[in-house]
T-cell receptor, first 110, second 114 residues
Framework: KQEVTQIPAALSVPEGENLVLNCSFT??????LQWFRQDPGKGLTSLLL?????REQTSGRLNASLDKSSGRSTLYIAASQPGDSATYLC?????????FGKGTRLSVIA | DAGVIQSPRHEVTEMGQEVTLRCKPI?????LFWYRQTMMRGLELLIY????????DSGMPEDRFSAKMPNASFSTLKIQPSEPRDSAVYFC????????????FGPGTRLTVT
């Protein structure tokens, strides 16, 4: 059974810092990995989708990498801003639909 | 497209009452998913449909939960009778196909059972 773990559970950084969020999964037989953002009381917004054949994806200040063989992904946020404060969720899709991690709650302090 | 639409956004009900949550997927999407989110357990898949047919309902917690998809543009998740431990946020999501396609989520329904 696929299990997804995100470390750290919470993170607080000053504005302008670059940061890395980590995601690990136990079964490397995946189709893709998706990073989401969730604001308090809101739904999930898809940030990046990495197919199993890809190593990384970039969107603006965000860069996500995937190492399928080791069961790891990272989300890199450059020059963090207070507006980046949210919970970031990692999810993997294999033979079953998305399996989610518990998320990392990010606070960017102005 | 308006995205995935869910209603109601908030529902407060008393224990024992029937609750019906509704979802309209993105037009043209073949897959529809129902998830539940709690602080303790995070996001869990309850059931998913492909072309209106339930494929996997192993995540449905009990017989009190049922889901239907009568057509490609509408799905319901029903809880009867509801219990306080059902309090959670319920999300609906859809995707174009299986495998490598992105899932799009609705805004969720926050259910409180007193």
């Amino acid at each position: 059974k696929q299990e997804v773990t995100q470390i750290p559970a919470a993170l607080s950084v000053p504005e302008g810092e670059n940061l890395v969020l980590n995601c690990s999964f136990t079964d490397s037989a995946i189709y893709n990995l998706q990073w989401f953002r969730q604001d308090p009381g809101k739904g999930l917004t898809s940030l990046l989708l990495i197919q199993s054949s890809q190593r990384e994806q970039t969107s603006g200040r965000l860069n996500a990498s995937l190492d399928k063989s080791s069961g790891r992904s990272t989300l890199y946020i450059a020059a963090s801003q207070p507006g980046d404060s949210a919970t970031y969720l990692c999810a993997v899709r294999g033979n079953t639909p998305l399996v989610f991690g518990k998320g990392t709650r990010l606070s960017v302090i102005a | 497209d308006a995205g995935v639409i869910q209603s109601p956004r908030h529902e407060v009900t008393e224990m024992g009452q029937e609750v019906t949550l509704r979802c309209k997927p993105i037009s043209g999407h073949d897959y529809l998913f129902w998830y539940r989110q709690t602080m303790m357990r995070g996001l869990e898949l309850l059931i998913y449909f492909n072309n209106n047919v339930p494929i996997d309902d192993s995540g449905m917690p009990e017989d009190r939960f049922s889901a239907k998809m009568p057509n490609a543009s509408f799905s319901t998740l029903k809880i009867q009778p509801s219990e306080p431990r059902d309090s959670a946020v319920y999300f609906c999501a859809s995707s174009l196909a299986a495998g490598g396609y992105e899932q799009y989520f609705g805004p969720g329904t926050r259910l409180t059972v007193t």
